[in-house]
């Protein structure tokens, strides 16, 4: 049936959507081996140049995600990844709402510079401390610490990875160059709306108490523990605060240097980690550190994501499926905007965001 109306090389496309959308829910195998299918496929079936398939997997968008994780395993050689996260949580007070607001503010911060899941693994931890310093040992039953982790695996989402991957795409479809200043423009008042909304919803959820006594002693003491900031937390500081800086303000030097994308602008930094050292002269970045810490397997995935995005794109599924939806009642209103929403809302529970 889909053959006949997309036609074989549409219809393989899709066929290969739905097979690595069962393998991502089923799990048979690791989903990081799911990335693979779409270069299986077409060398079976020669849908597109396969140049088009492999060149995804090292394309821009994972040349920044490879330089980003450069950049932030620094935070992990350093400490500079808890000294952030438990500084800006001495702020806290004793209101749970205010534990609720300021552990989704942070994860949603960290989220738009790291991926969520090294923001989760960040803050996680400190949130299950935190915990059974108040006395919730078993955190699996703790209704205490229902609404404190949805607000870190909340925010960790509200960000992310997936917003460079909706720009990669909009320089592909424009072929002009995506600004990310003109990008947090636009995406900043949405953030913060999504933002509110989730903090509105974390607030009503049913909780034992409402304060949470010696949170703010417990996070200043830990930070009290890691003493001054050292040499190597600066560097790495300095490090991702000029990356992420020449990336907003790209329009400024994009005439003098239209190479220099802010993909490569990480990457540059990233292997400039690898040159220094920090107090005790040890390398701030090994690449023995870096092969264990950097995280392949989501490379794979957001670049398995842009390989079936090739394969839909370039076979004609993507137009045909365009052309049906464009034969439902939408006028381009509200009614639009939910069908978009709705639809891949419901892809991204059977599937990676990226795909």
């Not at 097979?19 to 299918?37: D, E, G, K, Q, Y």
């Amino acid at each position: 049936l889909l053959e006949w109306f997309f036609g074989f090389k549409a219809a393989a496309a899709l066929g290969t959507t739905v097979w690595m959308a069962l393998w991502w829910i089923l799990r048979p195998v690791n989903i990081s081996v799911t990335a693979f299918v779409p270069i299986g496929v077409n060398a079976l079936f020669d849908l597109i140049p396969m140049q088009h398939v492999i060149s995804q997997y090292f394309s821009e968008i994972i040349v920044l995600l490879f330089g980003a994780d450069l950049v932030c395993l620094t935070w992990a050689t350093t400490g500079l990844d808890k000294r952030l996260a438990i500084k800006t949580l001495c702020c806290i007070g004793t209101s749970l709402r205010q534990q609720i607001a300021v552990w989704l503010l942070v994860a949603t911060v960290l989220s738009i510079f790291l991926p969520n899941v090294v923001v989760c693994t960040i803050l996680v931890p400190v949130a299950v401390s935190m915990l059974q310093f108040i006395g919730e040992e078993n955190i699996k039953n703790s209704k205490l610490a229902v609404p404190i982790l949805l607000a870190i695996v909340w925010g960790a989402g509200i960000g992310g990875a997936a917003n460079l991957v909706a720009i990669s795409y909009l320089e592909k479809l424009t072929g002009q160059e995506f600004m990310y200043i003109d990008w947090v423009v636009r995406f900043l008042p949405l953030l913060v709306l999504v933002l509110l909304l989730n903090l509105f919803f974390l607030f009503h959820l049913p909780v034992p108490v409402k304060r949470l006594a010696g949170t703010s002693e417990y996070f200043k003491e830990m930070y009290a523990q890691l003493g001054t900031i050292r040499l190597g937390e600066k560097i790495s500081l300095v490090l991702f605060a000029a990356a992420t800086l020449l990336a907003f303000i790209r329009p400024l030097y994009a005439g003098w240097l239209p190479a220099l994308k802010p993909a490569y602008v990480f990457l540059i930094m990233g292997l400039l980690a690898f040159t220094f050292e920090d107090e005790d002269g040890k390398a701030l970045l090994t690449w023995e550190f870096a092969e264990k810490g950097v995280m392949w397997g989501m490379l794979f995935l957001f670049a398995g994501g842009l390989a079936l995005g090739s394969l839909v794109t370039e076979t004609g599924a993507a137009l045909k499926m365009a052309e049906a939806i464009t034969l439902l009642p939408l006028t381009g209103g509200l009614e639009t905007v939910f069908a978009f929403t709705l639809f891949s809302t419901v892809l991204t529970e059977i599937s990676s965001n990226t795909a």
